[in-house]
């Protein structure tokens, strides 16, 4: 705590709903998000300052900073990325300096902005409204000097007496006036039963007339009554038939929910009695341990359980043998880049800036390479070439291989219009490079070239480059002395 003695204003000092007119206010006192005055300020962790609305719906930095590091990712994992409410910005808000809100009228003072209230009430350009507007009073603009002599003039003052503006006759404080509408008889009301359909008086009429109406027509209200009872038991009729209906049918349900257990216990006894004859004709005492086991846990549901994990791992299986039937295992990749337009957008907007090519192997338990690159460019070629490189991925049997890497690499971008111009690139990695060391992570830094080819000569329709959208990047490094352990 500050021994400063304002401290306590300070924070007793609630921020008006309405902007005052500040002579001066520097723009950080304005939301990054919607630019509307921080009244409740939360810092991001980049930096900038957010209402609280904003902080409730953020989901990328506020200023639209790209490489911020305040990601979508960041602010989904905890909010806590976002630093506590800044009650700084709040208290340096409140030592603004403002304008009198009534300068328009003369006054020239400035001050704080948590003393304008105060200067405000007393203002002596300040207008206020009547006090009795809530009474109907229509005077909202009044100057200080001239405020308690209207008030006691006010015809909406609440002790002076009026006549009921209905007619009745009576005089009545103005502050009363509110409950001696509820009760007055010249107040105009609808009949009560206007709902039950009782038509016999023309929309509205005053609560003496209704009360009158009441009192002759009891027989026709009563009948009215009785009706709509009627039509409520004829409701209760049908949704007691439907009633019984519905319990006959879950009658019907049961009943065949028993069948069907009992069917279901046959066939257990059936399986059990099978297993029986199993363990009869095998005398071999390993085999009868674990039938008993099984036994012991056997049933359908049990069955039921083995099958479905046997299928989930037949699911798995198969998609393994599926990336496999794709690896290549000689050294070289041939890698189509597919919706290369859409994935060079995403490189440019940054939302995908680079791509990879699926895993190759030099021999079946060879190195794992694969090929990475960057539409929009990269490094030397960004925004001008497209960027192709080699990476060494962490592999299976990295143990048994030779390090650093030294098999010469190509890479080439395809000819497809049958010409056979393709672009190619060879290189030996350089044995000091970390690209070429064995890898301690999934990835090495990739090495190649960041110029490959300028983007519009890739582009050219007359080149064969870019064909249905598609390009074929090829990367094959050299086996020659490469053996499978
Ligand atoms: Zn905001
Ligand atoms: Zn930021
Ligand atoms: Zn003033
Ligand atoms: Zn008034
Ligand atoms: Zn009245
Ligand atoms: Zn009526």
Redesign the pocket.
Known sequence: MSDEPTTNFTASFVIPDEDPSFKHIPSKYYCSGCKKLLRHAFQTVCGHHVCETCKDELKECPVGDNDCKLSASLLEESESFIERFDTGIKRELSRLTVF?P?RHRG?A?ECQWRHLQI??EN?E??IFPCPYVKYGCEFKEIPRNKIIEHANKCKFHPERKVECRFGCGLEVKVKDLESHETECKNVHINCPLEDLGCTKISDVASREKVEEHIRSQNAFHFGLVSDSFGEVNDCVEVLTKDLIAVSETVEKLKDEIKKKDEIILRLQEEIANNRQDARNSNNNPDSFNSQEKSNSSGSFHSLEVNFGLLRVKFDEMEVRLESLEKSSYNGVLMWKIVDYMQKKRDAKTKKASTIYSPPFYSTRFGYKMCARAYLNGDGAGKDTHFSLYFVIMKGDFDHLLKWPFQQKITLSLLDMSGNGVHVSDTFRPDPNSKSFKKPTSDLNVASGCPQFIPIDLLENPSNGYLKDNQLLIKVSIDTSGLKDP
């Open positions: 009198c009534f006054c003072q200067h405000s203002c350009y300040g």
